[in-house]
């Protein structure tokens, strides 16, 4: 993907879609583009949190450790290319709540906690954006321990 394909991608992503072109284009060029392979860990839960990923190409599970199921582990959601990732840990200076899995081959941009709160000192747009999103987390999370809790006998 190039620059430009990279600038209009996150021209696309909500976080990013009021900021100017030129403004992306350093984004892009100081963020640092990973690929990982299916089912490898961009980062595990307790880890510290040193940056946020954008998804660019593929997917990526979200998952946390869950000692009472079968498989130790609980996916909360599958997110795809233009989903941002890992922000709460940098936001909130808190170990990873979650743990990130590529499911299939992924490319993201990897954008480091300090050029994160850059970006959202010079754009505060962005900090709503990020507020909406994690609003947005959090009622889907209540909304499913709703009907955990509602399928289950008391």
Same mark, same amino acid.
């Given at each position: @993907?190039?620059?430009?394909?990279?600038? !209009?991608?996150?021209?696309?992503?909500?976080? %990013?879609?009021?900021?100017?072109?030129?403004?992306?284009?350093?984004?892009?060029? +100081?963020?640092?583009?990973? !690929?990982?392979?299916?089912?490898?860990?961009?980062?595990?839960?307790?880890? @510290?949190?040193?940056?946020?990923?954008?998804? *660019?190409?593929?997917?990526?599970?979200?998952?946390?450790? !869950?000692? !009472?199921?079968?498989?130790?582990?609980?996916?909360?959601?599958?997110?795809?290319?233009?989903?941002?990732?890992?922000?709460?840990?940098?936001?909130?200076? =808190?170990?990873?709540?979650?743990?990130? +899995?590529? +499911?299939?081959?992924?490319?993201?941009?990897? *954008?480091?906690?300090?050029?994160? %709160?850059?970006?959202?000192?010079?754009?505060?747009? *962005?900090? =709503?954006?990020?507020?909406?999103?994690?609003?947005?987390?959090?009622?889907?999370?209540?909304?499913?321990?709703?009907?955990?809790?509602?399928?289950?006998?008391?």
């Amino acid at each position: @993907m190039s620059l430009v394909e990279e600038v !209009a991608l996150l021209k696309s992503i909500p976080l %990013f879609a009021k900021i100017e072109p030129s403004k992306l284009k350093l984004l892009a060029f +100081t963020s640092e583009r990973l !690929a990982f392979d299916p089912d490898q860990e961009l980062f595990h839960q307790g880890d @510290m949190g040193d940056a946020a990923y954008i998804v *660019i190409d593929g997917e990526v599970a979200i998952s946390i450790d !869950a000692p !009472a199921a079968p498989s130790g582990r609980i996916e909360l959601a599958k997110l795809g290319r233009g989903a941002i990732v890992g922000e709460i840990a940098i936001l909130c200076d =808190v170990p990873r709540t979650a743990t990130v +899995t590529s +499911t299939g081959k992924t490319v993201t941009l990897r *954008i480091s906690k300090e050029l994160f %709160f850059r970006l959202i000192e010079e754009f505060p747009q *962005i900090a =709503v954006e990020v507020m909406r999103e994690l609003a947005h987390r959090l009622e889907k999370t209540n909304l499913q321990l709703r009907e955990a809790r509602a399928g289950k006998p008391h």
